[in-house]
Nanobody, 126 residues
Framework: QVHLVESGGGLVQAGGSLRLSCAAS????????MGWFRQAPGKEREFVAA????????AYADSVKGRFTISRDNAKNTVYLQMNRLKPEDTAVYYC???????????????????WGQGTQVIVSS
């Protein structure tokens, strides 16, 4: 069992930056592939970014590529999402997800993740 807690959300103007954090507890964090997803009001949850357990592999949704960066610090049991050049369409609740992984793979589908955090709200004003 892994417990995930997101933080770092808030209100920011378009063009600004935020860094989300996801702190994990309960199991060996370095054994888990991690991901970030988001859900805007009235829309389905969508993939944002993913990272392998070692951090050597990453993936991004086209909508955030070049603006967002996912990273992790296994010593701190934390995964980050640095969000730059934010746009109003980035407004959503952002969720952290984890799944046990032994092969260094990344996951971009929500159903591939076993554990989810409660989410943190990001609002980007125009």
């Amino acid at each position: 069992q892994v417990h995930l807690v997101e933080s770092g959300g808030g209100l920011v103007q378009a063009g600004g930056s935020l860094r989300l954090s996801c702190a994990a507890s309960g199991r060996t964090f370095s054994n888990y592939a991690m991901g970030w997803f988001r859900q805007a009001p009235g829309k389905e949850r969508e993939f944002v970014a993913a990272i392998s357990w070692s951090g050597s592999s990453t993936a991004y949704a086209d909508s955030v590529k070049g603006r967002f960066t996912i990273s992790r610090d296994n010593a701190k049991n934390t995964v980050y999402l640095q969000m730059n050049r934010l746009k109003p369409e980035d407004t959503a609740v952002y969720y952290c997800a984890a799944d046990l992984d032994w092969y260094g793979t990344i996951r971009i589908k929500g159903y591939e993740y076993a554990y989810w955090g409660q989410g943190t709200q990001v609002i980007v004003s125009s």
